[in-house]
């Protein structure tokens, strides 16, 4: 019974409808007419979304907290450092050095970045002697270490005491941080914790990050000889850290492939990318000792912080832009798939497994 009184009332509010639209025609063509319309009019599609490319800019992951076995908290990134592998053939004198501050100049007003030479002519040319040590199997380096010392010199003759340079690099910034590459010295240590931007290996215009955790010290701070760097058990005592890299008892580390690098490095000028956020920029030539055969020359700036609150979203934003567009500026230097360190280590034919 309630059904047949609900068809019921339907038959008659139809029935109603009907009379009116005999009554009153042009109500029937204007809804057969809006009818019509509705039916016919197709969906509008939503406007496409440019495609967002978030870049690094912001992006770097924060560090987990957390502490190391003396209780004292993860190192944080102080530095981000920007570096472009460049082909050595163009470099064959300090002007030459120089010149590559006019491939900077386009990406940089492109980008709303300011770069000086003012004051930059005058100043000196550097050079250093740098040389790689790790076992015969590059265990250090296949595991994301690297272990080197480097020598000042002046007027062609070393100055100082050597300097040792202990880092882990890797990818991941939670595995970079919670490597401790403190040494185990009485002397004086820095380090140092660096995000570093380089290009991708292969195509120009993009960024890959690499984290470095670094050690530094003068050699004479280890207490040890000179010789001692070469024990790995003396290494081991120096860096724990290593211990999980060793064989068998009296293991020997040796010089990477029995070369000497010569390093020439030229202080070229200042990047301004805004907000107080500066770099001093340069660019440098390593080549074997001896025969002088160029390997690999590099174009890096650095930025020194003590909190990324420091780094505003807008200067990382031209950086990161400036960064990609001197990629294409420099396309007759750029060497898109190598490192320094690389270079060294693949020198005799070598193929190490690299994190880099």
């Known amino acids: 019974m309630a059904s047949f009184a609900v ?41 496409p979304k440019p495609p967002v490319d978030a870049g690094w800019a912001g992006h770097v992951p924060q560090i987990k907290p957390g502490v190391y076995d003396d209780g004292l908290p993860f190192h944080q990134v102080g530095y981000l450092s920007c ?42 040319l550097r ?18 270490f690297i272990l080197r010392r480097r020598i000042p010199y002046q007027d062609g003759f070393p100055i100082g005491d050597p300097e040792i340079v202990f880092k882990f690099r890797h990818p991941d910034i939670q595995k970079a941080a919670e490597t401790d590459v403190r040494p185990q010295i009485l002397g004086q ?20 990050l690499l984290f470095s955790h670094n050690a530094q010290f003068q050699r004479s701070a280890m207490g040890l000889s000179p010789d001692a760097v070469l024990d790995i058990d003396r290494m081991i005592q120096t860096f724990p850290v290593l211990a999980r890299l060793k064989k068998e008892p009296g293991e020997k ?14 202080d070229i000028g200042l990047i301004n990318f805004g907000d107080g956020v500066t770099a001093k920029a340069n660019v440098s030539l390593w080549r074997t000792r001896g025969e002088h055969r160029p390997l690999i020359g590099e174009f890096a700036y650095q930025v020194r912080f003590s909190d ?12 990161e832009g400036f960064f ?17 360190t690389e270079m060294v280590y693949r020198l005799l034919g070598n193929a190490p497994t690299s994190h880099e």
């Open 308 to 319: 990324r609150k420091e780094l505003s979203l807008p200067a990382m934003r031209r950086a």
């Open 83 to 124: 570096k472009i592998m460049l082909r050595p053939n163009h470099f064959v004198s300090r002007a030459s050095l120089f010149e590559f501050g006019n491939v900077m100049r386009e990406p940089a007003a492109a980008h709303g970045v300011k770069f000086t030479k003012k004051g930059f002519e005058s100043k000196p």
């Open 189 to 208: 240590h820095r380090v140092k914790f660096k995000c570093q931007a380089l290009p991708l290996k292969e195509r120009l215009g993009g960024v890959r």
């Open 253 to 266: 580390l040796k010089l990477v492939c029995e070369t000497i690098i010569e390093e020439v490095l030229q």
């Open 7 to 47: 068809n019921l009332s339907v038959a008659k509010t139809c029935e109603r409808r009907s009379n009116r639209e005999r009554t009153n025609p042009t109500h029937t063509v204007k809804s057969k007419q809006t009818i019509r319309k509705e039916v016919t009019r197709p969906p509008r599609a939503p406007k």
């Open 127 to 144: 050079m250093r002697e740098v040389l790689f040590i790790d076992t015969h199997d590059f265990r250090l380096y296949n595991n994301a």
């Open 324 to 340: 990609k567009a001197l990629q294409f500026a420099a396309k007759d230097y750029i060497a898109l798939k190598a490192t320094k």
